[in-house]
Each structure stands twice: as C-alpha cells, then as structure tokens.
C-alpha cells in the first residue's frame, strides 16, 4: 500500500510498541524487523517504504540501533544538483555504508541504494 503513514492506518501507540518491542541487535536484522513492522501495521513492502515513508523508516531504525545518521540524498556532499532535485529519498549511514529498507546489508555508495540504482538521473545528451 502506498501512501505517508498518517494516510494509511498510522497510531502512535501501536507503532511505538511494535518499534520497542524489536529484539533484534545486529543493523541487517533491525531493518528487517523495522520492515516486517511496517508490513503488518500499513501493509508496505520494502519498496513501498522507501516511496514515502523512508524519513519515518530511517529514523525508526536508527532509534532501534542506537546509532547512524539518518541522511537526505542532498545533504550528501558528492550529491549533485540534478541529484538534489530530481530524487528525494533518506537513508541510514553507519560505519560509511548506506542503508534503507531495501538494502538491510548496505551499500558502499549511496547512490547503489535500489531507489537510486534503479530510476537513474537524465543526462543530457
């Protein structure tokens, strides 16, 4: 299902429990659990997650994990100006490997998180 959780079936309570209640301690297996979470309460996939609620998602695991920085692709310091304005997407940084909920084993570059890799910018030609 598509769309921000306040549209979609979002209650505080149920969403704080369902986030305190994550046992999981290793990176790959909280953004698992996150988006188990986010599967069962709003019904969305991975890919779901990351059009619309990835500023929730990013947050919710860093708060599981205890550390990261939840980052906007703009506030990235190679990120262009076409990037800037052509994607909008937030992600987790951790040890200078980029996560998501697509991506719960991370990547080396932000820019091969799937939302990225998959909708290049347009060059001009």
Request: hydrophobic share 35%.
């Amino acid at each position: 299902m598509k769309g921000q959780l306040a549209e979609i079936g979002y209650e505080q309570s149920k969403h704080d429990a369902g986030i305190k209640a994550i046992t999981a301690t290793d990176l790959p297996a909280i953004i698992v659990a996150v988006a188990e979470l986010y599967q069962d309460l709003y019904d969305q996939s991975p890919y779901y997650i990351n059009c619309g609620n990835c500023e929730e998602f990013a947050h919710d695991v860093q708060d599981v994990f205890g550390r990261g920085e939840p980052f906007w692709q703009d506030e990235m310091s190679d990120c262009t100006e076409l990037e800037a304005v052509y994607w909008s997407h937030k992600f987790l940084q951790v040890d200078g490997r980029f996560y998501d909920s697509q991506s719960p084993e991370g990547v080396d570059n932000w820019r091969e998180l799937p939302l990225f890799a998959t909708q290049p910018v347009p060059t001009d030609t």
